[in-house]
């Protein structure tokens, strides 16, 4: 029995995409003080085609920047040694609507260290959270202003975003470990 299933096709990652993109440009009234900003791995490519996606119906290119979280997280102790990754913010971040960017909403606790980061960086007037899945499973109370899909899982479920700039295809699937089939 085959324990992943397909959640989202390419093509449809494509539409939420665009749908986010769309909803980002209307809850701002505009776009003249946005500002993408991915966290690695997975955010950063979806706030690039996010930026992509608002320069092909707006003709308005957005600043997209990337920042590393590791060194906020709340479980750095209990990992260990950790490879600090790469922060890339061109912009001042004060004044600015900062949409954090990532493929998946789980705990909570990615973004709590991302809003972190954030506020070492700058004092944005707003940081709005837009993810592609939302699992559920909320740690800490935070929620997306902008989701791709909610998906209802277990904890024990897996979902895996794959996106062609790093894993050559795209789609979304969620795993089930052997206990629940």
């Given at each position: 029995?085959?324990?992943?299933?397909?959640i989202l096709t390419a093509d449809?990652?494509?539409r939420a995409l665009v749908r986010i993109a769309?909803?980002?440009?209307?809850r701002n009234g505009g776009l003249q003080d946005v500002i993408l900003?991915?966290?690695?791995?997975?955010?950063v490519p979806l706030a690039e085609r996010i930026a992509a996606t608002i320069a092909d119906f707006e003709g308005i290119q957005l600043p997209v920047g990337q920042l590393d979280i590791t060194l906020y997280r709340d479980d750095l102790r209990r990992r260990g040694m950790a490879e600090v990754g790469k922060t890339s913010i061109q912009h001042d971040l004060t004044g600015k609507?900062?949409?954090?960017v990532d493929d998946v909403l789980y705990t909570g606790r990615t973004v709590r260290a991302a809003l972190?980061?954030?506020?070492?960086?700058?004092r944005p007037d707003c940081i709005q959270l837009a993810v592609l899945i939302d699992r559920g499973h909320r740690e800490l109370p935070i929620r997306a202003d902008f989701v791709g899909k909610n998906v209802p899982t277990s904890r024990s479920e897996h979902v895996m975003v794959h996106l062609?700039?790093?894993?050559?295809?795209?789609?979304?699937?969620?795993?089930?470990?052997k206990a629940e089939q």
């Open positions: 029995m085959n324990n992943r299933k397909q449809e990652m494509r769309h909803e980002i440009d209307e900003v991915g966290i690695p791995r997975r955010g609507v900062v949409v954090l972190d980061a954030i506020a070492d960086l700058g062609r700039e790093i894993d050559a295809e795209d789609e979304v699937l969620i795993e089930r470990t």
